[in-house]
């Protein structure tokens, strides 16, 4: 409910605040990102499996009305909820999230779409990811920060990075998300747990709530 009216997990609001009557999408359970697009369309994900009454397993475009964009397909979708959302400058789609697999090819909790949907079979971080991710963003280098509660240990990520270089890994306390805030700088909520990023050694490990320099 949004101002005493019915939107189902998902609304858009007019200027002055109330709900937008004429967006009405209709997901049947849980939405937890977005991603406005250009065109004025809109990445959704969350743990739905159905959108406008079409199977749409936890990822889905809108159009900028609300209607599902059926041009976009992500076949099978993700197998677990999907956390997070970052978009890259080329329309390729970043998804985190608590999932083993991506249109029933093996991810363990990080993946990446083609612009139409369809897995970008490129990336592939393999099972260097051993625990849910909570949060993933893009850096302007095209490096990826990812905020989850890791297990054993990780090994870099990055868009097209070299697998041999190693991930710094920091234990810290719990981590629930992180934000990019600016092209030198990274938020930590507190508490934390465990964070790592396909880094420069210059990245020192944060303290609580800290704002570090990349």
Request: net charge neutral.
């Amino acid at each position: 409910m949004v101002n005493s009216t019915n939107h189902n997990q998902i609304a858009r609001l007019n200027s002055d605040g109330n709900p937008d009557s004429s967006f009405r999408p209709t997901p049947n359970a849980t939405v937890n990102a977005i991603i406005p697009l250009s065109s004025g369309k809109l990445i959704v994900a969350g743990n739905f499996t159905f959108l406008n009454n079409t199977n749409r397993n936890r990822i889905a475009r809108l159009n900028g009305d609300g209607t599902l964009d059926t041009s976009f397909d992500p076949g099978t979708g993700a197998n677990g909820v999907v956390n997070s959302l970052a978009l890259q400058s080329d329309g390729e789609i970043l998804l985190a999230g608590d999932f083993t697999a991506l249109n029933s090819v093996s991810r363990n909790y990080i993946a990446r779409l083609n612009s139409s949907g369809s897995l970008d079979t490129g990336f592939n971080p393999g099972r260097s990811l051993d625990a849910v991710v909570n949060s993933v963003v893009r850096q302007p280098d095209g490096k990826l920060i990812i905020a989850a509660v890791l297990l054993m240990s990780i090994r870099r990520l990055g868009i097209a990075s070299p697998a041999s270089i190693p991930m710094e890994v920091w234990t810290l306390a719990l981590i629930l998300g992180a934000a990019w805030t600016a092209p030198t700088r990274v938020f930590l909520p507190s508490p934390c747990s465990q964070m790592a990023r396909s880094s420069s050694a210059d990245f020192s490990p944060p303290s609580m709530a800290a704002i570090i320099s990349a």
